[in-house]
């Protein structure tokens, strides 16, 4: 039993207990949060070099054996999602101690926080896929919460239909573990795979596969189940929407990934070809959806929409370097759509508006803001030496690889109008002269809100610069997926259950 594994689901359950107690005490609310922040970035850390030299990490609650027990599993790739998570709390919880209302700090903002980092976490972690249900839960309640915190009538519109679509995601994700359950007689991971190769006929499987399909693309935001997303991250505040942007919507990515690599592979001709047709359409309407848009904020959100057709790209083409390629964008998005939404939120505290269309002169006003947003959207565009670059050229190749001429076509041409709405962004925000003197309402003070874009543009840079390094785990990782049976091994024993 290895403890290490439970501890990025326990340090923000902990802390959001603890925070409780300093409700209107806001210093300690925000210290107590970035040092939980850090100490998780620590764990994550070592948790990650433990899985890369020992192999994947497995820790059988209660000493109950798999697959009877909880089980919680750390193979690379979970690792390094939990290491993305940590990577973000740092940069969300510092942006927030300057951009966050007290009213909404006082209203339990940081234990919201922490609750929703305990469930996406756990979801990272989990080896049974009704717990995976149980983890999404939990950072769904925080995330309600969050998207209502401060009672605004737009925000509350949008977190009615925010909570409306996921709780009936929600409700098909339990007819979708029933029938699962009925089947199989199991609702752990490995044991799951172990159970479903051994069948004979797998059409039943096949049908629930779509099932759980349909159930990630909700949560991800996949074609054609994305239109909640756009309103959701327009309305809450800056931190919020980032967190949405950098995390939430990775859950279903990820829960999509380990599935479809672990379990749902008995008919890969088939769900894996849908899942490649779906990642095309996403990635064209979300792009097109951004290319309509005249608000800072909106265009981010679809562009969002768009890059979650690239990540699940890679697991439709189901080769090592297409997962390799899906692990870089999902670190990569994180960081630098992560970033864009930030300086989205400076831009509004210094003008008051998001719309493009009472902007300009940016870049001469605000020179730091503007060049910031300028490297960003050239590494969101797939611009070398950044990380967008290497993310895109490697689901390229893969695509070429195995001759999936089509998708590579729409990647390349989404990438090209992507650049184009950035552009757009660029000419009318930053480009340019002041339509009026623009006098922060807060002074300098969203001089502070920088250091958080900085953090993420430099790790962005420091993985484009470093490519072979974080290319090498990301291979490990992708091998680890296409090869389930070291997964069973490490959970259930030589030979499965």
């Known amino acids: 039993m290895n403890n290490l594994v439970v501890i990025p689901i326990l340090i923000p359950l902990v802390t959001a207990l603890l925070l409780l107690f300093f409700r209107k005490n806001i210093f300690w609310q925000r210290v107590v949060s970035i040092i939980s922040a850090l100490l998780a970035l620590g764990v994550s850390i070592l948790l990650a070099i433990t899985v890369a030299q020992d192999g994947i990490q497995v820790s059988q609650i209660g000493n109950w054996p798999a697959p009877y027990g909880i089980t919680m599993v750390a193979d ?19 942006y927030s101690f300057n951009y966050i209302d007290r009213k909404r700090e006082e209203y339990f903002y940081y234990p919201l926080l922490q609750l929703v980092l305990m469930g996406i976490n756990g979801s990272f972690l989990t080896g049974d896929i009704f717990n995976l249900f149980v983890f999404f839960e939990i950072l769904l309640i ?28 929600s409700s098909l994700f339990l007819v979708a573990i029933a029938l699962l359950y009925g089947v199989t007689g199991t609702l752990n991971m490995a044991d799951l795979a172990v159970k479903i190769a051994a069948l004979e006929d797998t059409r039943v499987i096949t049908v629930i596969s779509m099932l759980f399909f349909a159930v990630f693309a909700i949560k991800a935001a996949l074609f054609p189940l994305y239109f ?98 899906t692990i870089f964008f999902i670190v990569h998005h994180s960081l630098i759509k992560s970033s864009l939404f930030l300086i989205s939120g400076i831009t509004e505290k210094i003008t008051g508006t998001t719309d493009l269309r009472k902007l300009g002169g940016l870049l001469t006003a605000f020179p730091l803001v503007g060049w910031l947003f300028f490297i960003a959207s050239f590494a969101l565009a797939g ?51 002041e339509p009026h003197k623009y006098i922060p309402k807060d002074g300098t003070k969203w001089v502070r809100l920088t250091p958080a874009v900085i953090y993420l543009i430099t790790l962005s840079a420091l ?30 024993g030589r030979g499965g259950h």
């Open 76 to 94: 690379l790739f979970s690792a390094i999602m939990v290491m993305l998570s940590a990577v973000m709390a740092i940069a969300i919880i510092a």
């Open 142 to 169: 925080g995330s309600y919460m969050l998207l209502s915190l401060g009672g605004e009538k737009y925000q509350l519109q949008e977190a009615v239909k925010y909570m409306i679509i996921n709780i009936l995601a």
């Open 228 to 325: 909640w997303l756009p309103g959701s991250y327009h309305a809450p505040p800056t931190p919020i929407t980032t967190l949405f942007a950098a995390l939430l919507t990775k859950v279903g990515v990820y829960a999509l990934v380990r599935t479809f690599t672990l379990i749902f592979v008995q008919d890969v001709s088939f769900t894996h070809t849908v899942i490649l047709v779906i990642a095309g359409f996403t990635m064209s309407l979300g792009v097109l959806g951004a290319v309509a848009q005249m608000d800072f904020k909106r265009i981010l959100a679809y562009h969002s929409i768009s890059q979650v057709g690239y990540m699940v790209m890679g697991l439709g083409l189901y080769t090592v370097t297409g997962l390799v390629g």
């Open 383 to 433: 611009t070398p030496p950044l990380s967008g670059f290497f993310s895109k050229f490697l689901l390229i190749k893969a695509g070429l690889d195995i001759g999936q001429h089509a998708i590579v076509a729409v990647s390349i041409l989404v990438g090209t109008l992507t650049l184009f709405s950035m552009v757009k962004i660029f000419y009318y925000a930053f480009w340019g002269k």
């Open 463 to 492: 993985i484009g610069v470093n490519f072979e390094w974080f290319y090498s785990y990301a291979l490990m990782a992708s091998e680890q997926l296409m090869n389930p049976e070291i997964y069973i091994e490490a959970v259930l």
